[in-house]
Structures are given as C-alpha cells and as structure tokens.
C-alpha cells in the first residue's frame, strides 16, 4: 500500500523526479507481487520498469518468470530471449527459456537448450560443483529434464 500512495502522490503533482520515483515503485511494487507468487498482479508493474541497468535485467527475470507462470508463453519466451541477448551465458534465463519452450510444447528447443546447460554444468568432483548455486542449478536442470520426459511421454 506505502507504494502505491507513493506512486500515486507522484502522479499527481508531476515532479521532474517523477519518472525514477515511479520507475523505483513500478520494480519494487512488481518484485513484492512476484515474491508473493501473485504474478497476474506483478506483471503490469514490471512491464513499467524499463531500463538497461541491473534492476532492468532483474525486472525482467522476474517478468520472463511471471508470463510463464500465468501461461502467456511467447511473451516469456521473448523475455528470457532478451535476457539472453543482454547477457549470453546466463543459466537461469536459459533454463527459463527452456521451461517456457517446454510448457509452450516445443519439446525440441526445450530439449536442444537442456542439453546445452547439461553440458556446460560444472562436473561431479570439481571445485565449483560443490558451491550451493552449483547443486541448485544441477538440481533444476534435472528437474526441468524430468519434465521434458514427462512431457514426452517418457518414463519420469
């Protein structure tokens, strides 16, 4: 509710400020709707951020996030493509990418994209693979795989 009133204060007397004010909320307003997993309520916020800062790259992570959940596919799609135009080698956008191509039921590019992160995932018995983002990712990228099989009609 505080920024909401805020956004709206701002609104109405048109401050020179008013456009990093409203930026500041729009981000803060979308990533409090996403951390409740209320994304039908996050993504008009996080539509509004904008940018070519690190809060535009979150926003838009939690956006690409967002229209997956709420079944808008290409839209995900398109962001976590964006995502990755700004930033080539970034996992999580990748394994976004492929969870949308997956649910969207392009199984194949959903497939090809596993297979990329499979292969460039730290191996078992190296130094980074036993830092808790490593076994985090490791642990998604199976489970993104196991539903790709699911998907494909395969055995879980």
Request: aromatic share 8%.
């Amino acid at each position: 509710a505080e920024y909401e009133d805020a956004l709206e204060r701002h609104r109405k007397y048109k401050h020179p400020g008013f456009l990093l004010v409203s930026r500041n909320v729009e981000y803060n307003l979308g990533r409090l709707y996403w951390s409740r997993k209320s994304c039908a309520q996050a993504i008009p916020h996080l539509e509004k951020v904008g940018g070519s800062d690190q809060y535009a790259l979150l926003a838009l992570e939690m956006l690409a996030e967002c229209y997956t959940n709420e079944k808008k596919f290409e839209n995900g799609i398109q962001a976590y493509t964006m995502i990755l135009r700004a930033v080539p080698q970034h996992r999580k956008a990748k394994l976004g990418l492929a969870r949308a191509y997956r649910l969207a039921g392009d199984l194949d590019r959903a497939g090809d994209i596993l297979q990329e992160l499979a292969a460039s995932s730290p191996r078992p018995g190296g130094r980074t693979q036993e830092t808790p983002e490593a076994l985090a990712e490791n642990d998604a990228i199976r489970a993104e795989e196991d539903a790709l099989r699911k998907a494909r009609g395969g055995p879980e």
